[in-house]
């Protein structure tokens, strides 16, 4: 008896077995969630806004709003560099105290020490990424968990600001161009602080750096899933440091914009500027348990803090319930992350 021999396609695997489009769709779903998450955020600040505007006739005014920008500085630039670190699923709370001896740096630099304004600042700058550097050299190779590691960072700095200043604000009364850098203004004829300027080109180095870089691929893919991350070759160890450097720079820069501001170093400012800026980055749509987050949410989540903080001011409403709102405002946020992963 012979037997026939068994063609290719009887063998070949089923039609079924095929790879589907579902990847596509399940990416183009993240997608428009993502979207949809920045949208509800801008959504949220037209209301409040609309808000305060009904409620005071003398919020919706060039001047108001351009302080309303003029204060989202600080906290957006702060913001700006702990998305990052949100992003990889850490955390960061020396953001208020590392701003604040940066700013003491910066007159350490300039007024101590006379160096040329330029370089005073980019000192300020790196110094501020010194910080970051050491957070990220203890939560990647020691493996302290970031949120002690930045603790002890932050009363580790909140310290060393007092002792460098001698506990007494360093003031730029002779460096009239340090004054220019916030409040100086480029457009001709019109009032309008150049610290939104440098806010303005800080987001949109943060948004090239997480959406066209392999910074800002490896940065999600850490905070997504880090074990398989680091199975596929990539050295999570290095880029944790980076991304912590990167929000040091970030530090750094608010150090520099909030000194710049106030026309002085004052040692003991920065405290709560860290819970604003992850409040503003978690309003913004940025995920704590990590792999979500985008700049854009987090330019509107710094704004909302913002609107919020300038339209209570307005409305005399004391500082204690000021308090009360924002944390409200930032239970609710997080409640609505922890909605959006379990329907993911």
């Known amino acids: 008896m012979t037997?026939?021999?068994?063609?290719?396609?009887a063998t070949a695997s089923p039609p079924a077995a095929m790879p589907s489009p579902q990847?596509?769709?399940g990416g183009l779903s993240a997608t428009l969630r993502s979207r949809l998450q920045q949208f509800l955020a801008f959504a949220s600040l037209i209301v409040i806004f609309t808000v305060f505007a009904f409620a005071s006739p003398s919020f919706f005014t060039y001047p108001n709003?351009?302080?309303?920008?003029?204060?989202?500085v600080v906290i957006g630039t702060l913001a700006l560099g702990t998305t990052f670190v949100i992003i990889t699923g850490g955390i960061d709370l020396s953001l208020g105290t590392g701003m604040a001896l940066s700013a003491v740096m910066s007159g350490v630099f300039i007024v101590n020490l006379h160096l040329p304004l330029a370089v005073g600042v980019l000192g300020a700058v790196l110094?501020?990424?010194?910080?970051?550097?050491?957070?990220?050299?203890?939560?990647?190779?020691?493996?302290?968990?970031?949120f002690i590691a930045t603790l002890a960072m932050m009363l580790v700095a909140q310290g060393l600001a007092l002792v460098v200043s001698h506990s007494a604000p360093i003031y730029f009364n002779d460096t009239p161009g340090y004054f220019a850098i916030?409040?100086?203004?480029?457009?001709?004829?019109?009032?309008?602080p150049n610290a939104v300027l440098v806010l303005v080109a800080a987001a949109i180095t943060a948004g090239i750096l997480l959406n066209k870089t392999v910074l800002g691929r490896y940065t999600y893919s850490i905070g997504s899933n880090e074990e398989a991350t680091a199975?596929?070759?990539?050295?999570?160890?290095?880029?944790?440091?980076?991304?912590?450097?990167?929000?040091?720079?970030?530090?750094?820069?608010?150090?520099?914009?909030?000194?710049?501001?106030?026309?002085?170093?004052?040692?003991?400012?920065?405290?709560?500027?860290?819970?604003?800026?992850?409040?503003?980055?978690?309003?913004?749509?940025?995920?704590?348990a990590g792999g979500k987050g985008s700049i854009v949410g987090t330019a509107i989540g710094a704004l909302i803090i913002s609107v919020l903080n300038n339209g209570l001011q307005i409305l005399s409403i004391p500082q204690e319930w000021q308090n009360v709102i924002l944390g409200c405002v930032i239970l609710v946020a997080v409640y609505a992350d922890m909605i959006r992963k379990r329907a993911a």
């Open 23 to 25: 990847p596509a769709t």
């Open 231 to 288: 199975l596929s070759g990539v050295s999570v160890r290095k880029w944790k440091i980076i991304v912590y450097t990167l929000a040091g720079l970030f530090i750094g820069l608010a150090g520099v914009m909030i000194s710049a501001r106030l026309g002085s170093a004052q040692p003991a400012t920065g405290a709560g500027y860290e819970l604003q800026a992850i409040a503003a980055v978690v309003i913004g749509g940025t995920s704590l």
């Open 3 to 9: 037997t026939r021999p068994v063609s290719a396609a």
């Open 127 to 146: 110094f501020g990424g010194l910080i970051g550097l050491i957070n990220g050299f203890n939560v990647a190779i020691l493996r302290i968990p970031p």
């Open 182 to 192: 916030s409040t100086g203004s480029l457009i001709p004829g019109v009032d309008f």
């Open 65 to 72: 709003v351009t302080n309303i920008l003029f204060s989202t």
